[in-house]
């Protein structure tokens, strides 16, 4: 179907190190979203992606559009202990249809 | 703070209990959505309305109700739920459902049924 694999599932890092995560789908999607989610807080959005191949940074976030429209990247540089959380990825489809990625759990050591 | 605001944050309940969450959105938007999140799995979505009228359901048992009286307001009412049903559950709401239009979530309800 049109599900999202979100990969790393998890992930230990030392503050300072760079970070990368990644969504794949066999289908095309037209949006893409990146999502943080705090512990007891809902999804925040981080970036949104509009157009194959586009690169949109925000801050130290940098996020892709795939050529393929079947995949995006998130990259998260310098980390700090407030990225801790789980970053979600998003595709969006013309008719407004979203699906998610499992999520990827980032952690941080000061 | 999204302008997406869920009540209670918490919630136990009984198999045979009835109970009702609460989701408010003073943002003007037109769609209004319930997300079922578990641990460790993608954001289901449960139901959508848009100007207030339901568009979709995505075969969501019938112990799931939801109403929306308004643009503004959206509950999901719950009877009969199962142990299973606990989960963390979201709304978001967005301008209108056009592409690309961005979703904001409220901070969700912890829900457990015991």
């Known amino acids: 179907g049109q599900q999202l694999n979100q990969s790393p599932q998890s992930m230990f890092i030392q503050e300072g190190e760079d970070v990368s995560m990644n969504c794949t789908s066999s289908?095309?999607?037209?949006?893409w979203l990146w999502y943080k989610q705090d512990p007891g807080e809902g999804p925040v959005l981080l970036i949104a992606?509009?157009?194959?191949?586009e690169l949109t940074s925000n801050g130290r976030l940098t996020a892709q559009f795939g050529i393929t429209r079947k995949d995006s990247f998130l990259n998260i540089s310098a980390s700090i202990p407030s990225d801790v959380g789980i970053y979600f990825c998003?595709?969006?489809?013309?008719?407004?249809?979203?699906?998610f990625g499992a999520g990827t759990r980032l952690t941080v050591k000061p | 703070e999204t302008g997406v605001t869920q009540t209670p944050r918490h919630l136990v309940m009984g198999m045979t209990n009835k109970k009702s969450l609460k989701c408010e959105q003073h943002?003007?938007?037109?769609?209004m959505y319930w997300y079922k999140q578990s641990a460790k799995k993608p954001l289901e979505l449960m139901f959508v309305?848009?100007?207030?009228?339901?568009?979709e359901n995505n075969s969501v048992p019938s112990r799931f109700s939801p109403e929306c009286p308004n643009s503004s307001h959206l509950f999901l009412h719950l009877h009969t739920l199962q142990p299973e049903d606990s989960a963390l559950y979201l709304c978001?709401?967005?301008?209108?459902?056009?592409?690309?239009?961005?979703?904001?979530f409220g901070q969700g309800t912890r829900l457990t049924v015991v």
């Open positions: 978001a709401s967005s301008q209108n459902r056009d592409p690309g239009t961005e979703a904001f």
């Open positions: 289908s095309i999607f037209n949006t």
């Open positions: 992606l509009y157009k194959a191949g």
């Open positions: 998003a595709g969006q489809r013309l008719n407004n249809d979203m699906r």
């Open positions: 943002l003007g938007h037109n769609a």
């Open positions: 309305y848009n100007f207030k009228e339901q568009t």
